[in-house]
Every structure is written in C-alpha cells, then in structure tokens.
C-alpha cells in the first residue's frame, strides 16, 4: 500500500531553516486562516475590526488637540493677562478654548480606554469559539484518517503541531486585527508627517529595515527549532505522562521508576532549554543593535525639528506634535514591520494545522456502493491476502486462503506475531490488503460503504479502550445511535454478565467508572472487560469478534463468556481469538496461524489429530494444568 500522504507544498523542509519564499508562500494561509474566524462569528469579526478602525484614529486626534492645547497655552501666557485667581481667570472667560480642549482629550482617553476593553472582549468570545470550532474540525477530521495515520510517527508530529496550532493560533488572529488597526494610525501620521517634512518618512524607513530584517530570520530560526523539537515535546509530554498518572504509579512505585523517569525528562527538557537559550540569546543580542539604528534615526528627525522650530518655521505647538508623531509613527512602523515578520512565522505554524486538514484517507468508501447482505448468505472469503504494515520489512500476513462461512464460529489461534489481529483489521477493513482480495458475499470489500459494512461488525480488541463516563455510556456506545436505549443496554450487560458488576456500582448504570474523575468508581481488569465485552453485544452486529478480550479473567469466567458468546452468536458469524485452548475448542472450525501464514485448518479434534504446531501448544498448555 503505497502512501498518499504528501509534504504541504508550502511546508518548511523537515529539520531546515524555511527560506524567504517558503515564508511569504506560508502567507496564503491567512486567507482561509480568516475565513474560519469569519465563519465563527460574523457578528464578532465585525465588532473587533470596526472598533478597532475607530480606535486607530484616536490617536493622532489626540495629539493634535495636545498641540492645540500647547499654543493655546503659550498664547495666554503672551497676551500677559496677569490672572490673580483661578476663579478670576474662569469669570473672564479667556480660559474657555483651552477647558474644552482639555475635556476633549479627557473625553478621547476616556473612549480610547473603552474601545481597547471592548475589543478585548470581543476577540476573547471570538478566541473561544473559533478554537472550540477549529477543536471539533480536528476531531471530525481524525475520525476520516485511516489507522495507518494514527501509527505513523511522522503523521503523529504532525497530528501534535495541529492540535498546538488549534489552541495557539488565535494569538495570530489578534495580531492580524492589530497589523490592520496600527497601519490605519500609520496613514494618519504619515499625512500629518507628509505636510510639514516630507522626507522624515524616507529616514524612518530606512532606519527600520534592519530591524525587520533581524526580526524576519529569528522567526524563521524558531520556527525551525520548534518544527525539529516535535518529537522530543511528544517524549516529554510521555515522560510526565509516565511520571505523574494513576494508570502507571503502581509500576512506578513498584519498580522505583520515578528517578528514572525524572532523569530522563530532565535530560531532554535541559536539551531544548540549552537551544532555546541560545536562540534566545543571540536574538536578544542582534535586537538591541538593529534596534539601535531605528533609536539613532529617530532622534536625527527630533534635531532637525527642534531646529525648524527654533528657526521659526514651527510653532512649540508644531514641535510637540511633529516629535510625538515621528516618536508614535518610528513605533508602529517598527511594530507593523517586525508584526509582519511575526505573522508571516505564525504562518508557518498554520501549515502544520491546514496540512493537516490536508490529509485524505486512503480507505474510503467508492461513489455507488452496494449495500451490505442481511443477512449474509454466504460470509467472508479471503483470496491470497496479503499485509504488510508501512515502513515494516517483513509481510504481516501473506498467502491467506480461507472462508469465513456465515453463521460460523471461527477460532484463531497461534503465538504473539502471527497476525491474528492485523488478519482482524483487514477484515474491519482498518487495513486494505496489499496482495489478493476479501470478499464478502463474492463482493469486494471495497465495493461497500465503510460505515455500513462496520455497522455490521462487533469488535472489541485485547487493547480495548476505558472510557471514563458512566457504566450505561461505556456499553452504549458499541451503537451511539442507540445511547439513550436503556432497555437495549441492560440486555447487553446481561449478555455479557456484565450486569453483576454494574449493580455493585453504587449509581449503577448511572455511576462514573474509572479514576480520572473524583466522582468515578474504578474496576478490575475483569470487570473492565465484562464492560468492553458488553458494547460488542450492544452493536447486534452480523459479525462479532472478540481478539482476545478475556485476558484478565480467570480460566472459568472466560469459559463462561465464551460459552455464552457461542450460545448467543446463533446465526451470527463469530471469530473468537484466544491463548486458552479450553475456550477456542468449542468454535466449529479453527486457523492456525504462524508467522502471518496460514498453517492449518481444522476442528479441535481434527487439528489434534494431525499434530502439528496446534497440537504442540495445545500440549504445552495442557501441561501446566496436571
């Protein structure tokens, strides 16, 4: 099975600084980036960006009335009024213009203050709800990818880098909105700047570029760093996983793990503390310097209008408002710039979340599929299959022949490796084959919907997952559409004698079971698996399969399940997989596996009979019996 899973195209080269064209190719994510923000909320988007163009104009309205205050002042002060008293200087009525300025400003600062608390709250609602989409479009969008994604490595990374991005991505869409909200402040300084002197624009550009420049390239390096670090966050992540959780403290304590543990999570966080360091370091180092020139640009501008307003050309007024324009204008190129650098690096993190979304599986359902029997006439039947897992040297399976009659019991039996499970997974289709065909019915697999064709098949795994919600939930959901029958649940608990151990739950169906949360009640392995067995039950599927589900139980409970699980898969067809020959006995037919090929085929007393490898193991398990 040859992968589909290509590169992003705009994607940095795995363990490389991303060059100047794959960081403005990363800029094409923004685009659908703010289409989800729309999506989630039109009615926010719209209230953050138009209070925030509101909001970018305050600023040079106010420092205008600052300079209208300024010559306002200097004007009384020339006229010599020579007020004795406060209250003199008020009756006179000379003071009026320079009040209403000075509530005017009051005013602006007062609603500047309340623009940036109401933007504040807008982008918080908005913040929440698109990672609550963006959260829920991951896990839709998991739930389509093959198995094989799941226990791919790389695709694993990848899968960490998206859900990163789902939680921290909304710091861009803030710095989006702010970029828009600075450079409508830039415009109105700038045409302030442009009236009076021109060509202080051209050295404030020129000052700013380094910065930009340095800006850009620490970015791109922490990008970098971040992208080659994937791996070892996820081992850290392990490692404290390991080191603090109810599922290992008992190992933990038993075999003294915890220095262990510690020691190696200290190793590795030591390791990217000691790269970030210096990334750190040298960008702290390189900022100061580049910043330096924009500082040094600045206070050439401030000389040269100090000089125009001593010569007369400006007002003290005019003096206020160029330096405070040129000092606020040097500051939002400089944040718009290096803003720019950080966006087009937040951009880069976006790949990892929309390649993602990128990802098609591989097994999928066809256009026009044929509906699945009910029942099954005739049942499974596997052409000269063969598996080999991605990356693996060796086949999994190969040179399967065999059917899976309808209505048939079906046992597989062999050591850890011989490809009982992944012969499960194909019949799942959670796998497809490499080589030949499964066809059910005389029909390809592929040629029915994948969802139908599992609706009609129960299967519960050795490694069988512990939900942690109520015991009627756990079994509910082997059919989720059939969560909130009561009726239909109880009557699978009791097929898989799982109705003993709810009612010694002190809220029965209704009681929280595992650890994870404080109200929750948890259960032995067994129990655990009387549940699991339970939503195979639930499902009522024409296919039930238990890969080894018993292992926790003792020799009769198993027996007993197996025996009930007989009883009731009556014109049902059910594969049992099973170490314990006193359980796998009763099928009517059972496969020999031995290194993923089919080694013999037989009842238990034919298998017997023959000798072989069957009657080897059956032997040596017998054996420590007497």
């Known amino acids: 099975m040859v992968s589909t899973h290509a590169p992003h195209a705009g994607s940095a080269p795995p363990g490389g600084k991303p060059n100047l064209r794959e960081r403005f190719n990363a800029m094409r994510n923004l685009p659908p980036f703010l289409k989800q923000i729309w999506q989630t909320s039109p009615g926010l988007t719209i209230a953050s960006l138009g209070l925030r163009v509101i909001r970018a104009l305050l600023p040079i309205v106010t420092l205008y009335i600052g300079k209208l205050i300024i010559d306002e002042a200097i004007r009384l002060v020339g006229l010599g009024l020579g007020f004795q008293s406060l209250g003199g200087a008020w009756r006179s009525g000379q003071l009026n213009p320079l009040l209403w300025l000075l509530v005017l400003e009051f005013a602006l600062a007062i609603l500047s203050d309340l623009l940036g608390r109401l933007v504040s709250y807008a982008d918080a609602l908005l913040s929440e709800l698109f990672t609550n989409a963006t959260s829920i479009r991951l896990m839709e969008h998991a739930a389509t990818l093959d198995l094989e994604d799941f226990e791919d490595p790389d695709l694993q990374d990848k899968l960490d880098r998206a859900r990163r991005q789902t939680m921290g991505r909304m710091n861009l869409m803030s710095m989006l909105f702010g970029q828009m909200q600075d450079a409508i402040t830039v415009v109105s300084f700038a045409a302030g700047l442009l009236i009076y002197a021109p060509w202080l624009i ?234 030949g065909r499964i066809l059910l019915d005389g029909r390809d697999l592929r040629d029915y919907d994948i969802d139908e064709l599992r609706a009609n098949i129960g299967v519960i795994f050795q490694d069988f997952v512990r939900y942690h919600l109520t015991a009627g939930e756990n079994i509910g959901v082997g059919r989720i559409e059939a969560m909130d029958d009561t009726a239909r649940i109880r009557e699978a608990a009791r097929r898989a004698m799982a109705d003993e151990v709810i009612a010694s739950l002190p809220m029965g169906y209704d009681q929280l079971i595992g650890r994870r949360f404080k109200t929750g009640v948890d259960l032995s392995g067994g129990q655990w698996q009387k549940i699991a067995i339970a939503r195979a039950y639930m499902r009522d599927a024409q296919v ?58 037989g009842t238990h007393e034919q298998l017997l009979a023959a000798g072989g490898r069957y009657a080897e193991l059956f032997e040596l398990q017998a054996a420590g019996y007497r």
């Open 202 to 435: 051209v050295l404030l550009a020129i000052a700013l570029i380094p910065a930009f420049v340095g800006e850009a390239h620490f970015n791109a390096l922490g990008y970098s760093l971040n992208f080659q670090w994937t791996p070892e966050r996820r081992q850290l992540e392990y490692m404290r996983q390991m080191g603090a959780s109810v599922e290992t403290a008992k190992e933990v304590k038993i075999f003294n793990l915890h220095r262990f543990l510690i020691s190696r999570y200290r190793t590795l966080a030591d390791k990217f503390f000691l790269a970030n360091r210096s990334l750190a370091r040298r960008r702290a180092v390189w900022g100061a310097l580049l910043a330096a020139l924009g500082t040094l640009g600045y206070y050439v501008a401030y000389g040269y209008i100090a000089w125009r307003t001593v010569r007369g050309d400006f007002s003290i007024g005019d003096l206020t408002f160029l330096a405070g324009s040129f000092r606020r204008l040097r500051q939002l190129l400089e944040g718009l710039l290096v803003g720019f650098s950080q966006v087009a690096g937040q951009a880069l993190y976006l790949d990892d979340l929309f390649s993602f979304f990128e990802l098609e599986p591989e097994i999928t359902s066809p256009e026009n599929p044929v509906p699945v029997p009910r029942p099954m006439a005739r049942g499974f039947t596997f052409e000269n299959v063969g598996f080999r897992y991605p990356d693996a040297g060796r086949w999994a399976v190969r040179h399967l022949d065999f059917e899976l009659r309808a209505g048939e019991v079906l046992a597989l039996v062999g050591e850890n490796g011989a490809g009982k499970t992944t012969l499960v997974k194909l019949l799942a289709r959670l796998y497809d084959p490499d080589e």
């Open 544 to 601: 039930m399969i238990l890969d080894e589900p018993t292992a926790a139980l003792d020799a009769r409970s198993e027996f007993e399940v197996f025996q009930r699980f007989k009883e009731l898969s009556d014109n049902r067809t059910a594969v049992l997989i099973s170490h314990r020959f006193s359980s796998v006995r009763m099928a009517d037919r059972i496969l020999v596996l031995n290194e993923g090929r089919l080694e013999a085929s």
